[in-house]
Structures are given as structure tokens and as C-alpha cells.
């Protein structure tokens, strides 16, 4: 928002997968009413929580924004967040179609058996993926055999990292402060009404994706009366913790994100924003 004000033809795009949801709104942190009536956001309240959204609809969708945007002749401002929706579109990777009934087949097979099955049809892909990993070697094999390619025949993946024309830059804080702020923001949420935003939804009920957003999952759990509410409050945290320690780990593989370390719990627009429009005005 910072920079919105200081450069006015930046338009933000959300780069979190579950902010393209209706009504997942306290839980995802999605911009207020306010932020998005003064500034232009793109890629929010894509799709209802019922519907199962996937990293393909994404790339279109932030392809639409884009072109907009420039029709408008405004500059785009990624903010956030999943680091597979980061790199998809950040690298424009190419990406494979998807085959269910083909999905299910397999995945009702052993993962050993699996893993010798796409080393036979793909030994690159095999040797990048755990024996173990039944979700990515179904995916793999459900590429393979769904499209007559190999499932590495696809792009290099998320461990090559090729040059790329968009400026990156992230925001580091030392760990225990990460934690800290997580709890903050966890009890900010329960506070604004986190759990009557999830009862209004679980009626029509959560697609595969959806409902594996941090948050949501815990207290539909509690909402069911399977765990209690203080319950699903401490399992948010951890699992958040969690999920940033990993997230943070994905983020730092990636050399070509310039890092800036933020001192405190407080507002970093002072010590980023000034960076970023540099970097705006280094691209004119």
C-alpha cells in the first residue's frame, strides 16, 4: 500500500492461493474494503471455497490481471505468498493438464510400486521424488501417461532457478519474532470473528483446496466437535509456525530474491518500500 501511494500506476496482485477465495476473508488476511477501494488489487475473490481451484486457473487468471493492468497502463505490485503460485508464475511454467480418473487409478497403488513404474516412464522425475511421496508420484505418472510426455519434459521444476526479468525481494525477520507475531495475528483473527466466518461457509462446505487453509481447517474440526476451541486455537499456531518455517526455506533456495531484514514487530513499509520503488524506477 506504501508503495501504491508513492508510485500510482501500481496495481497489487495477490499471489496467495487462498485469497482467491469468497468470503475466506479474516483467515487470509485479505485486504479491507478500504485498501482495495484506493488502490487497484487483482486476484482476489476468484472462486467460491467449494470449488477446487488449481495452480493452472491461477496462471490465467494472473495472466488476465496482467494484461489489464498493462491496458491500463499501470505496473503490477506481486505481493505474497504461495510459493508454488510465486514461481508459476514468476518462471511461466509450463504447465500439464490434469486427468482424474487416471489420478485415480493410481492412487489407489503402492508407493514402491509407483516409484518403479515412473522410473521406467520418466527416470528423471523419479529421481527428483521421495519413494515414499504418493501425491507427487501420482501426479507425475498422471502426467506421463495422461499426456505421452514425461513429467520432466515440462520445465526444469522448482529446483532450477532460470533469470527472470521480475525484481524479487523478501522480507526477513529472526524467527522468534516470526512466531510471535503469528500468535498476534491468530488471536487478532479469533478476535474479529474467525470462527462465525467459518460457520457461514461450512455449510455449502470446503473443496479439496480450500479447505486446507491454516485456520479454517482447525476450526471447522472444532465447529464439528472434534476438538474444542482452545484446541484449534493452539493447533492453528503450531501449524503456522510450521508453515512459515517452510515457507521461509522455499523463499531462501531461490538466489535471485534480494532480502531485506525488518528490525521489530512493527509497520516494515519504512525500510521496504523505499526499496522496492527503486527497483520500479530502475526497471522505467
Not at 102 to 125: C, G, I, K, N, Q
Not at 181 to 208: H, K, Q, Y
Amino acid at each position: 500500500m506504501a508503495v501504491a501511494a508513492a508510485l500510482d500506476d501500481v496495481h497489487l496482485v495477490s499471489v496467495d492461493s487462498m485469497q482467491v477465495y469468497r468470503g475466506m476473508d479474516i483467515g487470509t488476511a485479505k485486504p479491507s474494503a478500504s485498501d482495495r477501494a484506493s488502490v487497484p488489487h487483482h486476484c482476489l475473490d476468484l472462486v467460491d471455497p467449494w470449488h477446487d481451484y488449481t495452480v493452472a486457473e491461477f496462471r490465467a487468471a494472473h495472466d488476465a490481471a496482467l494484461a489489464e493492468i498493462a491496458a491500463a497502463g499501470g505496473r503490477a505490485l506481486l505481493v505474497g505468498g504461495t510459493g508454488l503460485y510465486h514461481r508459476v508464475v514468476v518462471d511461466e511454467f509450463d504447465l500439464p493438464g490434469r486427468w482424474p480418473e487416471m489420478r485415480a487409478e493410481l492412487s489407489v497403488e503402492h508407493p514402491a510400486a509407483l516409484h518403479a513404474r515412473l522410473t521406467t516412464l520418466d527416470p528423471v522425475a523419479a529421481g527428483k521424488i521421495e519413494p515414499s511421496n504418493t501425491r507427487r508420484l501420482v501426479r507425475a505418472l498422471e502426467v506421463c501417461l495422461g499426456s505421452g510426455r514425461p513429467f520432466s519434459s515440462f520445465g526444469s521444476g522448482v529446483d532450477s532457478y532460470p533469470e527472470t526479468a521480475v525484481v524479487q525481494i523478501g522480507l526477513r525477520r529472526p524467527r522468534p519474532l516470526v512466531a510471535e507475531l503469528i500468535d498476534r495475528r491468530i488471536r487478532g483473527m479469533i478476535d474479529d470473528g474467525l470462527v462465525d466466518e467459518v460457520r457461514s461457509l461450512l455449510s455449502s462446505g470446503f473443496s479439496r483446496t480450500a479447505g486446507q487453509a491454516l485456520g479454517y481447517k482447525e476450526i471447522v474440526e472444532h465447529l464439528e466437535g472434534r476438538i474444542g476451541e482452545d484446541e484449534a486455537i493452539e493447533m492453528i499456531g503450531t501449524r503456522t509456525r510450521r508453515f512459515a518455517t517452510r515457507q521461509d526455506r522455499w523463499f531462501r533456495r531461490d538466489p535471485r530474491v534480494r532480502w531485506i531484514d525488518v528490525d521489530g514487530d512493527g509497520d516494515p513499509a519504512p525500510d521496504v518500500g523505499p526499496a522496492i520503488v527503486a527497483a520500479f524506477e530502475s526497471l522505467r
